[in-house]
């Protein structure tokens, strides 16, 4: 099979992964206006219940299916035999989860008010199944879903507008989110069959298949816990007031978190191609550049949302939600922690099959996270959420740093990450010097991360920050290629 560039697939995920994103980031100004805090604490209050129970309907299939696919994905009959039982499974995990909601849903008191909320979000369960999207990755196939997403968020845009005009509308606008994260799974799965022969069987090899699954599964489950009760939490020991801001600052920080997890979904399928190679000297190599590479835009990216906590928030949701700004500077702070926690599972532990390791720590973290929340939810609020979110975030980090280290020989980042603070100071004293600067607030955030941004990437190259040289270095050469064409 043809090997694709990384950069390339890295680009293609980083448009997939804002896809589907995008379409809460446009309308979220909008939304948040038209609905406020309350009510916009509601949708997300119901939203985070369905989100629980369809990581249960996952059951960490994904994961193990790009990772066992990755490996025969060039034996048709054998990846097809691995995917049909993988997708009998998770619609087996699904009406399960599914009942399970239901039966919460109208037996519990408390979650009357968001019953229909709660259905109609319910959809997304079997049709993340149907989607396939762990096929997609195998094959490293991002431009086709990333297309795929960016029309049917530009459809749901366009639907938000014509459809939603007052608070009650918030069930239309519900449907419409629905729409635009899952619309499109029909259609990748019919256009799995390019890949594979999927369907329904009733043999399934659970003696293979469930230990992996469910390790991972339990490690989902865990992490979930310090993702999701946070909000729940701060629901029953806050109000709907607390969740409405706290859900401003965690949009934020999931937008910017899902942009960079882009990288760690492209690098996992390579890893694990050579993991299986025992090809010492190339995993280093690739897990060196990796992690660079990621250091390179973690750093600043953590810098810019907490020094324009107030211009993001005021731009996105408006000044009712200025109080968020406290507990998205926190959350900034997790970034680094949660998205290498990542990078180390999905391209070191994953790969060589240290699930267990997974599961281990991603169970301390949660431990840590819920155990804090009844501490500092009743005292701080959203603040105190959003730090019990760092909290579990840096002791996952360091658990799985500590085991990680013995799969590569060496992995120097202390100079790109000293490149990298260096860089990010030039962001906070360009931020310094325009903290004054009195203009249309889309235009003020536009100056602010432009110049930011040049700033930035001058000292990274003043630095020769390796990364960014050899990107670079590729684009002059690729340019002179074309104008010596020309």
Known sequence: MEKKSVKINALFSLIQSVSTIIFPLITFPYISRIFGVEQLGKYNYAKNFVEIFATIALLGIPT??????????????????????????????????????????????????YAVLIVIFSVTIPMTTIGMSWLFVIFEDYNFTAILGIIFNLLSVAAMFVFVHKRTDIYIYAF??????????????????????????????????????????????????????????????????????????TKVYNLVKSCLLALSNVLQTRAVILAAQGNQKKSDEFLSKSFNMMMTFVIPCMVGMAFMNKDIIFFIAGKDYLEAGPSMIILSCSLFFALFSTMH????????????????????????????NFIFIPIWKENGAALTTLIAETTVFLIYIHITKQYYTHLNGIRTMVQCIIGSCGIVLVLFMFRNLEINIFIRIFVKVGVSVIVYFALQIVTKNQIVMDTLYNILKKAKVKVGKK
Do not use: W
């Not at 799995?192 to 090899?205: G, Q, R």
């Not at 999905?346 to 790969?351: F, G, N």
């Open 64 to 113: 193990y299916g790009q990772r066992e696919g990755a490996k025969v994905r060039d034996n048709h009959k054998e990846l097809s035999n691995l995917m049909s039982e993988l997708f009998s499974l998770s619609m087996l995990s699904n009406t399960i989860a599914m009942v399970a909601l239901y039966l919460a849903t109208f037996v519990v008191n408390t979650f009357h008010s």
């Open 176 to 249: 419409i989110t629905v729409i635009a994260s899952s619309g499109s799974n029909i259609i990748k799965f019919v256009c799995s069959k390019k890949y594979c022969d999927i369907k329904l069987t009733f043999h399934i090899n659970f003696r293979k298949h469930m230990k992996p699954i469910l390790l991972m599964f339990s490690a989902y489950i865990s992490v979930m816990i310090y993702n999701k009760t946070d909000t729940a939490l701060l629901g029953v020991m806050g109000t709907d007031y607390n969740v409405g801001i706290y859900s401003v600052s």
């Open 345 to 372: 599972s999905s391209t070191i532990l994953i790969p060589y099959g240290r699930e267990k390791v997974t599961l281990d720590g991603a169970i301390i973290g949660a431990v840590v996270n819920l155990l804090l």
